[in-house]
């Protein structure tokens, strides 16, 4: 069973990542599948900040461990996310520009 979950998720993801990137794609659509990958990470880096805070009370090295693996995340998060999409974004629009007259 756990397989089959695990199967299910990896389809689940991968689709939205290749979705979110693909031209083909209608951007409504695309900015979904984008939003749904953000929420997501959002949600796993949350997780880990708040099990960071709830082991700080108990082991404070535990706890600044898991701060610091949260703050990590957050950061490479945000450097993949401008990487993936805005780079790609702000090519688009300046190849556009140069096939205006």
């Not at 009370?57 to 898991?66: I, N």
């Not at 780079?87 to 190849?95: L, N, P, T």
Request: aromatic residues 8%.
């Amino acid at each position: 069973m756990d397989l089959l979950v695990e199967i299910v998720m990896d389809l689940i993801a991968e689709g939205l990542s290749e979705t979110s990137k693909s031209a083909k794609v209608p951007r409504p659509i695309r900015y979904i599948a984008i939003g749904l990958i953000v929420l997501f990470s959002c949600a796993v880096i949350g997780l880990v900040f708040l099990v960071g805070y709830m082991l700080l009370q108990e082991t404070p090295l535990g706890g600044a461990a898991f701060l610091l693996l949260g703050m990590f995340l957050a950061v490479m998060g945000v450097y993949k996310f401008r990487k993936t999409y805005l780079e790609k974004v702000c090519q688009v629009e300046e190849s556009a520009d140069e096939k205006q007259p």
